[in-house]
């Protein structure tokens, strides 16, 4: 038989998997069309039932394997018997394209096209799971297992009314690779999850000479966004506001989905020496067109595993439960340079790590969290806002005439 070669990588979108199902767990697929035998223009059409693709059928099926964690050696994946599961029928027929590689003006890294497949937490196999263990998924072999794909429009691949194609009965789509990577999860009965943050905002004067509370404050604008922050849980929690974040973020195929993994200072950081102005930006009110926002990211130094990445005590707010926190952040910078116009700031949801109580309270002797509390997981909390503040700019100055 034929085989064509797809690159196949596959992942977890969150490296966990929560039985209480509040946490959806979903497997992330990366596939792209890159053989170079693969010389056909039209994209290519294939369903994702019964194939690697429809998860808890792949394992049942022999087209994924499940391995567990060895208990005496952290480097050991040992393969967990899937045979007792009784036959797992495929799920409802989903068709998924992929585009040609002729005449690709992309690199071929940045043309994978992402497939979820989300599993359900009363699944057969998820019994066979143990709360506490850390599990990966495999590809069993290079056989993706696709039963039915053509090269063809989607309208002409769903009108063929489920009937095989000439395609997929005479050649087989395999992956490209000997490995397809791995999809890691620890399994656990529930996750932290934490209280919702009800955060508002507006623009106010502040005369930096007089107020010991404004971030960074400069003389190139006497406004100031005040941010107010209120605990809308029941207990007091300690939220990590700078530093190296730990919580649960979303994956790609190969990576954190983009802007997921961020150290950079949050809005209500209380270190007076810096305006945190990250997670701001700025849209012009007439076209819509974002015209401030944050800095490009770099790829920073490379990660020091030697060195305590536990957060500094210093580096937490307590926000308590339904007392406000105002924060007066200096848009100076923000807005130095805007034309003359009107114009919105916004904030872009960010998340931080978080953990109930006080944890100054609790601190060790080196100033930092306690190693306990930085290895559980959790959900971040997220510092969001709904509010849209306006704002005109008269003779390059913020104007509040009004």
């Given at each position: 038989m034929n085989e064509l070669r797809i690159h196949t990588h596959i992942n977890t979108r969150y490296q966990v998997f929560d039985a209480s199902g509040q946490l959806p767990f979903t497997i992330v697929f990366g596939l792209c069309r890159r053989s170079l035998a693969d010389t056909d223009s039209r994209p290519l059409l294939l369903e994702s039932a019964g194939s690697v693709l429809d998860v808890p059928y792949a394992l049942a099926h022999g087209l994924l394997t499940l391995h567990e964690r060895d208990p005496e050696d952290a480097q050991k994946w040992v393969e967990v018997d899937l045979s007792r599961l009784t036959?797992?029928?495929?799920?409802?027929?989903?068709?998924?394209?992929?585009p040609s590689p002729v005449n690709r003006k992309e690199h071929w890294r940045n043309c994978f096209i992402v497939y979820q497949c989300r599993v359900d937490a009363n699944g057969e196999w998820v019994s066979i799971?143990?709360?506490?263990?850390?599990?990966?998924?495999?590809?069993?072999?290079?056989?993706?297992?696709?039963?039915?794909?053509?090269?063809?429009?989607?309208?002409?691949?769903?009108?063929?009314?489920?009937?095989?194609?000439?395609?997929?009965?005479?050649?087989?789509?395999?992956?490209?690779?000997?490995?397809a990577g791995n999809a890691p999860f620890t399994f656990v009965k529930s996750l932290y999850w934490p209280p919702i943050m009800e955060i508002r905002m507006r623009l106010c004067s502040s005369s930096p000479a007089s107020d010991s509370v404004l971030a960074n404050a400069?003389?190139?604008?006497?406004?100031?966004?005040?941010?107010?922050?209120?605990?809308?849980?029941?207990?007091?929690?300690?939220?990590?506001?700078?530093?190296?974040?730990?919580?649960?973020?979303p994956w790609g195929p190969f990576q954190p989905e983009p802007d997921a993994d961020d150290d950079r200072t949050r809005i209500i950081d209380a270190t007076p020496h810096k305006a945190p102005t990250s997670s701001l930006q700025v849209v012009d009110y007439a076209t819509g067109e974002m015209v401030r926002t944050k800095m490009q990211r770099g790829t920073g130094p490379l990660i020091d595993?030697?060195?305590?990445?536990?957060?500094?005590?210093?580096?937490?707010?307590?926000?308590?439960?339904g007392v406000p926190v105002f924060k007066k952040i200096d848009i100076g910078a923000l807005v130095d340079g805007l034309e003359d116009g009107q114009y919105r700031?916004?904030?872009?949801?960010?998340?931080?790590?978080?953990?109930?109580?006080?944890?100054?309270?609790?601190?060790?002797?080196?100033?930092?969290?306690?190693?306990?509390?930085?290895?559980?997981?959790?959900?971040?909390?997220?510092?969001?806002?709904?509010?849209?503040?306006?704002?005109?700019?008269?003779?390059?100055?913020?104007?509040?005439?009004?």
């Open positions: 036959k797992v029928a495929a799920k409802e027929a989903e068709s998924l394209s992929l799971l143990e709360p506490g263990k850390k599990y990966i998924i495999r590809l069993a072999s290079r056989d993706l297992g696709v039963k039915r794909w053509a090269y063809s429009d989607r309208k002409q691949f769903d009108d063929n009314d489920g009937k095989s194609s000439h395609d997929s009965e005479a050649v087989r789509l395999v992956n490209s690779k000997p490995s400069t003389t190139s604008s006497s406004a100031a966004l005040e941010v107010s922050v209120i605990n809308t849980g029941s207990n007091s929690v300690a939220v990590q506001t700078r530093g190296h974040q730990r919580f649960l973020i595993y030697s060195v305590d990445r536990r957060p500094k005590v210093e580096d937490l707010v307590t926000l308590k439960p700031i916004r904030m872009e949801p960010k998340g931080c790590g978080w953990w109930h109580g006080e944890v100054g309270k609790e601190k060790g002797e080196d100033g930092r969290v306690p190693a306990h509390l930085c290895e559980m997981l959790i959900f971040p909390l997220m510092l969001e806002s709904q509010d849209e503040v306006e704002l005109r700019i008269r003779d390059g100055k913020v104007d509040q005439s009004r």
